[in-house]
C-alpha cells in the first residue's frame, strides 16, 4: 500500500510538469496580455512595450518558461502583476477557504446525496423514486452562478435568513491560526464566530454542492438497485438479519466503490464550480483569485493557481485509490 | 410416525409482471417434511422449486407477488407472517443454502464476519463466543484451520470451500429445517459428492429436516427419501425416492429419467424430453405437459388432471399414466 501511494505521488511529477507547460501556453493564447489589462484605456505601444519588457514578456516563450520553472521548483510561482504580491503566499492565504468551502459543499452532497439515492432505490418506481430522479436531472443542468445568484436573493436578500456575501460578519473579530474559520473559531473556543462561519458556508456551500449532490444521488440510486439484486443479499436476508443491518453491512456497503469514485471526480469538479461560487458570494477563496486573473490575464497567478488546483485533484483522487482498496479486498489483492 | 415439522399446503405464488400480465409461477404445491427427513423438489428450470422456496422463507419480492394456501412450521403459520417474525424464523429456525456460493457470498466481508453476524442475531452471544461458534462450525463442515479462514475472504477459497461455508452459515443456529436449492449445481462434479455427503451428514447427526431442491436425479437418488417432480408450477408426482426410480408412473418423470446417465452404471441410450419446458399450456386448458408428452391423448386436454394418490403409493398427475413397474430403461 505504501509502495503504491510513493509511485503515485511520483507519477505527480510528469503531470504536474506537462499541466506546467500546457499552462504557460495556455494563458499566452489568450487574446490581450497583462499590459493591456493593466493600463486599460492608458494602453499604447510604448507602455505596453514596457511593462513587457519589465516583467520579461518580451523574451522567446522558451526562455521565459525556463526562468519560470527555474522558480517553480522552489516553489516561488512569482509576483502577480495586477495584485502586486507573492503569488504564492496569496495562494496559501486563500487556500484554506476554498477548501473549507469545497468541504461544506462535498457534506451538504454526500450527506444528501446518499440517503436520497438509497431511498429511491429502495422504492424503486414509486413517486418518491421518480420524483427523486426528477430532482436530481434538475439538478444536474442548474448553472452553478445562477443557482448561487437565486439562492442570494432569496434566502439573504429577500428572507434575509443569511448572510449574502463574505466567510464571516465584517465585524466579527477572530484569530486566524489555520485561516479554516471553522477550525479557527473552534480553536478560539467562540461560539459565535462558529455559527457565523457556518451561516456563511450555508448558500454558497448548497450553490456548489447541488451538481454533485444530483450526481451522486444518481449514482448510489443505481449502484443500490444493483446490489439489492445481488445473490449475497438475498443470502443476508435469509440469515434473518434486520433489515438494517442487510441495509448497512450488505447493500450500502457494497455498492460504495461507484459512488466514492463519483465523489472523488466530483471533488475535483467542485474546485472548478467554486471559481463561480466564490464570485457570487464574493468568498475571498483561490476561485475567486484565479477568476479575476483570468480577467487581468495575470499570468503568475493563474499558472500558480490552476497547478495547486491540479496538486489537490491528484491527491484527492490518491486518496479515492486508497479507499477502494479498503473497501474491497479483491483490489487489495492484485 | 412423528408430526411434520414443515407442511405446505395449496401453495399459489403469482407474480404480476410488466403489462399486467400474471405468471403463476407455483400452482398448488402441497407437500411436508419430517425432522431427520430429506425430502427432494426436482424439476427442470423454471418449474418452480426456487420460488417455492423463497416463499417458505417468507423471501419473495414484496412487490407484485401475490400469495396464498398455507406453510406451517412446527405450527406456525409462516404465510403472510410479518417480515419482523420472519427474521426470527430465518436463519434461527429455518436456513437456506443457494446454488451458487461465489455470488451468495459478500465478497467484501471476511468469512468469520458472516458466520458471526448470524451468530450474534440469533443466538444472543458476544462477540469472542461468536467467533469461537464460528471456528467450531468450519470444523464441523470440514474446513482445515477454520481460525485462519476465518479472517479469508471467498474469493480466496475454492468453490467447495465456499459452499462448505454457506452451509456452515445456514448451520449458525442449528436450524430445525433446512432448505438447500441446487446447493451442488455450480460445483466440480467431486466436490459435489463431499457436499452432498456433507448435508446428510448434518441431517443424521441433528435430525435437520431437509428439503433438497435441483434438477438432477443424481443428486435425488444420493439424499432423498422422498421426491416430488414438479412441472410448470405443479407437483406432477410425488413417492418414495425407490418407488419412483423403480417404477415412474408420469411421463414427465419418465422423461427426467431417461435423459440422465444411468445411476446403477448399466448401459442404456440417453433420451432428452423433446421441447423445452416453455412449451407449456396454461394448466386451466389441460396437462401442461401435454404438448410434450409422448403419451399425450385427447383425454389430455380441456381440464388439468388432479393430483390423486395412487394405490401403490404416492400421488400422480397424469390421465394415462405409465403402468406400475414399469422402469423407463426397458423401454417407453
Ligand atoms: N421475481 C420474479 N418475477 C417474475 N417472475 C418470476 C420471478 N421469479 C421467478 N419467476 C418466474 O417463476 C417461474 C419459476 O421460477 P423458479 O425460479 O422457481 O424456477 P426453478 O424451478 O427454480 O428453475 P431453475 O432450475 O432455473 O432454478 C419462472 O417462470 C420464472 O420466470
Ligand atoms: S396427462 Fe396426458 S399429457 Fe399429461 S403426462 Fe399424462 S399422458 Fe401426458
Ligand atoms: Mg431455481
Known amino acids: 500500500m505504501i509502495r503504491f501511494v510513493v509511485r503515485r505521488l511520483l507519477l505527480l511529477i510528469p503531470i504536474l510538469f506537462g499541466l506546467s507547460i500546457l499552462l504557460f501556453i495556455w494563458v499566452r493564447a489568450l487574446p490581450g496580455g497583462p499590459a493591456t489589462a493593466l493600463l486599460g484605456e492608458r494602453a499604447t505601444p510604448e507602455r505596453i512595450a514596457q511593462i513587457n519588457k519589465a516583467y520579461g514578456f518580451d523574451k522567446p516563450m522558451i526562455t521565459q518558461y525556463l526562468t519560470y520553472m527555474k522558480r517553480v521548483t522552489r516553489f516561488d510561482f512569482g509576483q502577480s502583476i495586477t495584485l502586486r504580491k507573492d503569488v504564492t503566499a496569496e495562494l496559501v492565504r486563500r487556500f484554506p477557504a476554498t477548501i473549507e468551502l469545497s468541504m461544506a459543499a462535498m457534506l451538504f452532497a454526500v450527506g444528501v446525496g446518499i440517503p436520497l439515492g438509497f431511498m429511491a432505490a429502495k422504492r424503486e418506481r414509486t413517486w418518491f423514486d421518480y420524483g427523486a430522479v426528477t430532482a436530481s436531472l434538475i439538478g444536474v443542468s442548474i448553472p452553478v452562478f445562477f443557482l448561487g445568484q437565486i439562492l442570494k436573493w432569496v434566502f439573504a436578500l429577500k428572507l434575509n435568513w443569511l448572510p449574502t456575501i463574505g466567510r464571516l460578519a465584517p465585524t466579527r473579530e477572530l484569530v486566524h491560526h489555520t485561516n479554516f474559520n471553522v477550525v479557527d473559531s473552534l480553536l478560539a473556543i467562540d461560539g459565535g464566530a462558529l455559527w457565523d462561519a457556518i451561516k456563511h458556508l450555508i448558500l454558497p456551500g448548497i450553490a456548489l454542492g447541488t451538481i454533485p449532490l444530483a450526481i451522486i444521488a444518481r449514482i448510489t440510486r443505481a449502484s443500490v438497485l444493483e446490489v439489492l439484486n445481488d445473490d449475497y443479499v438475498r443470502t443476508a436476508r435469509a440469515k434473518g438479519l434486520r433489515t438494517s443491518t442487510v441495509n448497512r453491512v450488505h447493500v450500502l456497503r457494497n455498492s460504495m466503490l461507484p459512488i466514492v469514485t463519483v465523489i472523488g471526480l466530483q471533488t475535483g469538479l467542485l474546485l472548478s464550480g467554486a471559481v463561480l461560487t466564490e464570485t457570487v458570494f464574493a468568498w475571498g477563496g483561490m476561485g475567486q483569485l484565479i477568476a479575476g486573473a483570468v480577467l487581468d490575464k495575470d499570468y503568475p497567478v493563474i499558472q500558480g493557481g490552476v497547478m495547486f488546483l491540479a496538486i489537490v485533484f491528484v491527491l484527492v483522487n490518491l486518496v479515492v485509490d486508497v479507499l477502494y482498496a479498503f473497501i474491497d479486498p479483491r483490489i487489495r489483492v492484485s | 410416525m412423528s408430526e411434520p415439522l414443515l407442511v405446505v399446503d395449496d401453495l399459489h405464488v403469482t407474480f404480476k409482471i410488466h403489462g399486467g400480465r400474471a405468471v403463476r409461477a407455483v400452482d398448488g404445491v402441497s407437500f411436508a ?47 403472510g407472517a410479518s417480515e419482523h417474525d420472519m427474521q426470527d424464523v430465518r436463519g434461527r429456525r429455518a436456513a437456506m443454502v443457494f446454488q451458487d456460493p461465489m455470488t451468495s457470498l459478500n465478497p467484501v466481508l471476511t468469512i468469520g464476519r458472516q458466520l458471526t453476524e448470524t451468530i450474534t442475531r440469533h443466538l444472543g452471544v458476544k462477540r469472542d463466543a461468536a467467533r469461537d ?134 448401459q442404456g441410450r440417453l433420451v432428452p424430453i423433446p421441447g423445452s419446458p416453455s412449451d407449456v399450456i ?25 393430483l390423486v394418490s395412487s394405490p401403490e403409493g404416492g400421488t400422480l398427475r397424469c390421465v394415462q399414466p405409465a403402468p406400475v413397474g414399469m422402469p423407463v430403461w426397458s423401454g417407453r
Open chain 2, 133 to 266: 461458534r464460528a471456528a467450531e462450525l468450519l470444523d464441523r463442515v470440514g474446513i482445515p484451520e477454520p481460525r485462519q479462514r476465518l479472517k479469508n475472504y471467498p474469493h480466496q477459497l475454492s468453490g467447495g470451500m465456499r459452499q462448505r461455508v454457506m452451509i456452515a452459515i445456514a448451520l449458525a443456529s442449528d436450524p430445525a429445517l433446512i432448505i438447500a436449492d441446487e446447493p451442488t449445481t455450480a460445483l466440480d462434479v467431486t466436490i459435489q459428492a463431499q457436499v452432498l455427503e456433507l448435508l446428510r451428514e448434518v441431517v443424521r447427526e441433528s435430525n435437520t429436516a431437509l428439503v433438497m431442491i435441483t434438477h438432477d436425479l443424481g443428486v435425488i437418488a444420493g439424499i432423498c427419501e422422498s421426491v416430488n417432480v414438479m412441472y410448470s408450477g405443479r407437483i406432477v408426482e410425488s413417492n418414495e425416492r425407490h418407488h419412483l426410480f423403480a417404477s415412474p408412473r408420469h411421463h414427465y418423470t419418465r422423461g427426467l429419467l431417461a435423459s440422465v446417465p444411468r445411476l446403477d452404471g448399466a
Open chain 2, 33 to 79: 417434511v419430517r425432522a431427520g427427513e430429506t425430502v427432494g423438489i426436482v424439476g427442470e428450470s423454471g418449474s418452480g422449486k426456487s420460488v417455492t422456496a423463497l416463499a417458505i422463507l417468507g423471501l419473495l419480492p414484496s412487490r407484485g407477488v401475490t400469495t396464498s394456501g398455507s406453510i406451517l412450521l412446527n405450527g406456525q403459520q409462516l404465510l
Open chain 2, 282 to 306: 396454461a394448466w386451466s386448458e389441460g396437462c401442461a405437459f401435454a404438448p410434450r408428452c409422448p403419451a399425450v391423448s385427447d383425454a389430455c386436454r380441456g381440464q388439468a388432471p388432479e
